[in-house]
């Protein structure tokens, strides 16, 4: 039997447009929990980024009271970290090589995943062909400009989630995000949860497309996407 593929994007992007805030960057437990779970799975992972190269950890995600012992593991292993010194292009990726989609998250993501033609190429085609679209937290930003083939938005009418407004003004950050990621899902035409408490997981399933609402969501919607690919 063929091994199954999971293809992971993380963002390029490291800086808010507000030079007083910290840099941004990938947060890196929305690829820890996910990678970790395929893995235990024993599914192929590549990890591109928009650009390629180097990508930049936000360090909000190392922080004494978010790093966890599984990422902070992680973090601290040369051999996953060299992951991210050089990763290739979405230019280079070809879509059919691929089982599952997913996009991690930090606010970088809000802006090289938004309106990205390769990415809304690359979602409508893996989509269309019958594969897994997932992401989680402002990953789910990949999502909000995807037309299928038939014109429509690829979320219009469908179930899901993404970091919610509300949770980005009890982070302090809520003044220097350059949109409103959950309003512009509800514009769309998604149709839009999130967890009753704040920052508390939630995970969405809507047929092949399974969305995450924040860094606690991770693990969940990996599993979620492996039961799904189970069930194709």
């Not at 973090?75 to 290739?88: A, G, I, R, V």
């Not at 990205?116 to 690359?122: K, R």
Request: glycine share 8%.
């Amino acid at each position: 039997m063929e091994m199954k593929k999971a293809l992971i994007v993380v963002t390029n992007h490291t800086a808010f447009d507000d030079p007083k805030t910290q840099p941004t960057g990938l947060w890196l437990s929305e690829l820890t929990h996910f990678y970790d779970v395929l893995k235990n799975s024993d599914i192929a992972m590549d990890i591109v980024s928009p650009k390629g190269g180097k990508v930049l950890i936000d360090e909000r995600s190392l922080g004494r009271f978010v790093l966890n012992k599984a990422t902070k593991s992680r973090h601290q292993d040369p051999k996953f970290m060299s992951l991210l010194e050089n990763t290739k292009s979405l230019s280079d990726v070809d879509s059919t090589n691929y089982d599952i989609l997913y996009f991690a998250g930090g606010h970088g993501a809000m802006w090289d995943f938004s309106n990205n033609d390769e990415i809304n190429t690359l979602i409508c085609e893996m989509y269309e062909g019958g594969k897994i679209i997932s992401a989680v937290c402002h990953g789910v930003a990949a999502l909000q400009s995807v037309l299928l083939s038939d014109g429509e938005y690829l979320i219009k009418g469908k179930k899901g989630t993404g970091f919610s407004y509300f949770d980005e003004t009890i982070i302090g950050l809520k003044r220097f995000v350059p949109y409103n990621l959950e309003l512009s899902l509800k514009e769309k035409g998604m149709l839009y949860s999130k967890a009753f408490f704040p920052l508390k997981g939630h995970v969405v399933v809507d047929g092949r497309l399974i969305t995450g609402q924040n860094p606690n969501s991770t693990s969940k919607l990996a599993e979620q996407a492996l039961q799904v690919m189970n069930k194709l």
